[in-house]
């Protein structure tokens, strides 16, 4: 679909954005195996500009996600100082909806100084639908985003992966519509369950590491109301928040 007033279509509008705000240096493409990032990454090389594509390996991804990632030589995996089941424990407690350190830890951490490209859409939520096409990072004011499909919609993005013939990723075929962590609070209780079935590993992981967790609460003296994993998980599942007629999981 081409643009009203400049009579571009989108995929000229994104490839002149790319263009427009290119540093130097290049970008640092910000690649999660995503169909929007496949989206950016084919764009990038379209525009013909310097960069370096990233993926952070959050150690809770999907296993085919991984698997798909490294069919792309020219992503570099970068992993995290501590998988998630030792974060857990070092932060004494499970990320949740309101308190989503994990993402900071495992994900945000890279691109620092730089100019991060992103596939971020205002489609995807209200939240997102709050963002700019070129704005700062609140955490590092010499860090910033620059989102060129960002007014694209999830069929527009779907098109030009066929158009283009681009590889994905199959979980997109058996149903999933995101390919975020495994158990990802943001996602739902009922997605979470259905990840869970898909991955039961990942299960067994949380489970030993609220169990960790639950130990390190009590040797520090804090007080929980959780005795075992399996309750901590069970709060956990429960859309991630207490119910109103319980007492707050940490106190």
Avoid at 73 to 91: A, F, H, N, T, Y
Avoid at 128 to 153: G, L, N, Q, T
């Amino acid at each position: 679909m081409n643009d009203l007033f400049t009579g571009k279509s989108k995929e000229e509008m994104a490839i002149e954005r790319i263009k427009t705000f290119c540093p130097p240096e290049g970008y640092y493409v910000a690649f999660s195996g995503g169909k929007d990032s496949i989206v950016i990454l084919d764009l990038v090389k379209r525009a013909g500009v310097p960069f370096d594509a990233h993926y952070n390996f959050t150690t809770v991804d999907p296993p085919e996600l991984v698997k798909f990632v490294k069919t792309f030589p020219e992503v570099k995996i970068d992993k995290p100082e501590l998988p998630m089941w030792q974060l857990i424990v070092k932060k004494r407690m499970p990320p949740t909806r309101t308190v989503r350190y994990c993402c900071q830890y495992l994900k945000e951490g890279g691109g620092a100084g730089r100019r991060v490209i992103t596939g971020i859409r205002w489609e995807e939520s209200y939240g997102r639908s709050k963002r700019k096409m070129v704005e700062a990072c609140f955490r590092d004011s010499r860090k910033f985003y620059v989102s060129p499909i960002i007014d694209w919609s999830t069929l527009e993005v779907w098109d030009y992966i066929k158009n283009h013939k681009l590889r994905y990723c199959k979980l997109y075929d058996e149903g999933f519509k995101r390919l975020g962590c495994v158990g990802c609070p943001m996602a739902g209780t009922k997605t979470q369950k259905r990840e869970f079935l898909r991955w039961p590993q990942y299960k067994k992981a949380y489970l030993w590491a609220f169990e960790k967790c639950i130990r390190k609460r009590i040797a520090d003296g804090l007080k929980i109301n959780q005795k075992t994993g399996q309750e901590m998980f069970d709060w956990w599942l429960r859309d991630n928040k207490p119910d109103p007629n319980d007492n707050v999981l940490f106190e």
